[in-house]
């Protein structure tokens, strides 16, 4: 339906008429050499000129070259007209404007002049010289409807909907019956506040074109906004039962949902995904929300997979129904169904980042550490500058015991962040550890400072870097002032507390020391860990409070703590 002529000046087209005869540009022009005079070959030398610079992007050789045209000739139309492009090009609507007018007057029958003034007017708000241009082409050119459609926008934004009106009905006349004017008629009814004009637009619509579902669809919700819910449930059954459209029954089920009907409602839906109609993506929403609701309401769990085994068996060879699956494994707490199905959905579609994020999620929820290194090794491959999946390998390697490894991935993590100081900061704290674990200080300290540096609230960095150095004895004031900031970034966190109490511990100041590892103790309710009650056990000990350290130590062996460790302090007690 589109006019199949670019408004746009076709160059191969002048070029042509400029070699086949010079009175194409120049009526007063002879064809024959003798009779070129000075002033013509002038033109015509400069209008070649203009036109290879607009082939080679010179924009300003072009003006250069039409305004030496004009010299020769300055009442050359397409010569103004090539000049109000170059500067509605350059951006000067007012200069475009004025060239583009001196076309017009120099030759009215050009649609493509006057189609140019429209839109450099329109650019300028200048709407009734757009809207005198754009009728006229209405007119003239009636089979332009790129220029009706404009002049149609034109004059509904200026909720002038009885001449909108008039565009479409040539639109209608020059190309024929179409659903595009039915809801162009329908929008205009609806912008002039006339409810009734546009529910019978529709009606004309489906009518005229029985398989657009897009009217009876429109119809039922103008009419369920309206509170004519009777109307809008006899013209829902009835495009229904003539088509058996698939979006018609999700709509039902939408209708019935608001009423209360879901029994009813769920059997809608679950036609809806039978239902070719229904695009694949809109099915997987409507999905997402059961599994999203099934969340809080157990008892919709049962619909949800009965809408994903839909999925499946309708598009088995789409990825978004495999994923959905794993989702609501996940939510059932089995991690190793939901990587099953997640590495069902990568089979099918492994172009998704997200996707392979998630597996790689599931394989750490589930500690399988091999699977987690081959699953980032092969998203890497795909996604080679994303940071995570290197990270990821780091972190599978380093529990399988592979330091060596571990440590090159993480160095591969750490070159690949940009901008993400708080991932960065995580990288050097793995980095750090695996430095503690093979027992270079040096290096761990030195990853740590990096790490705090990158990031200066990261908890698991001060805390870490804390409590190892209160283990060694070493930097004890620096360990203080260290966990100091996590229990104030973290308070009431039981793990936290404890850090700071054993750091204090070891900088010998005592009773700051039981304040915070009685905290710990607190946080910790019933049944706190060995490590705690061993760490209270110590404060009090320091405190002079032997038969207190001596019931903590006790409560820490049966918590499961290091006998090796606990004992002798009870024997030396």
Known sequence: MLNPCSYRWCFGILLAALLGGCGVLNPSSSSSAEGLGEVDGNFHSAYYKAQTAKIKGDRAGAREAFLSC??????????????????????????????????VALDGDNAWYRRELAEIALELGRNDEADQALEWLLVHKPEDDVAAVMLLDLRTAEGRFDEAAKVLDVLEKEWGPDPEWHFDRHRLHLAAGDIEGAL?????????????VEAPLQRVRILSSMGREAEAEAALKEAL??????RLHLEWAHFLTARGETDSAREHVRAAFGSDDVPLAEKVDIAWTYIELSEMQPNLQPEAQQLVDLLK??????????????????????????LEALTEALDRDPNSP?????????CISSQEWSRLNDMATSAGGLFPSLPVFPYFRGMALMEDGDDVGA???????????????????DVLVMLAQIAHDRGDHVASDRWFDVAIEVNPQNVLALNNYAYYL???????????????????????????????????YRAEDFEEALTWIELALFHEGDRPSATV??????????????????????????????????QPKLDTE
Request: contains cysteine; aromatic residues 6%; charged residues 25%.
């Open 70 to 103: 004009l010299d020769a000739n300055s009442e050359s139309a397409v010569v103004h007209f090539e000049l109000a492009r170059i500067e509605r090009l350059e951006g000067q609507w007012t200069a475009a404007m004025s060239a583009v007018e001196k076309a």
């Open 200 to 212: 019978q637009d529709l009606i004309n619509l489906e009518r005229d074109f029985p398989d657009v």
């Open 407 to 425: 440590e090159r991935q993480l160095k591969v993590a750490r070159n690949l962040i940009v901008d993400r100081p708080d991932f960065e900061s």
């Open 313 to 338: 068996e309708s598009d088995p060879s789409a990825a978004a129904p495999f994923e959905l699956q794993a989702a609501l494994h996940d939510m059932a707490g089995n991690s190793t169904a939901a």
């Open 241 to 246: 039962e003539r088509t058996g459209n698939g």
């Open 354 to 362: 997200d996707r392979w994020l998630e597996a790689c999620q599931l």
């Open 470 to 504: 209160a283990l060694r004895g070493a930097k004890t004031a620096q360990a203080v002032e260290l966990a100091a900031r996590v229990v104030a970034l973290s308070p009431g966190d039981a793990n936290f507390e404890d850090t700071y109490a054993w750091t204090l």
């Open 533 to 566: 009650l061993d760490h209270a056990g110590d404060i009090l000990s320091a405190l002079g409070r032997a038969a207190e350290a001596q019931e903590k130590w006790t409560a820490a062996l049966q918590a499961g703590g290091d006998a090796d460790t606990i």
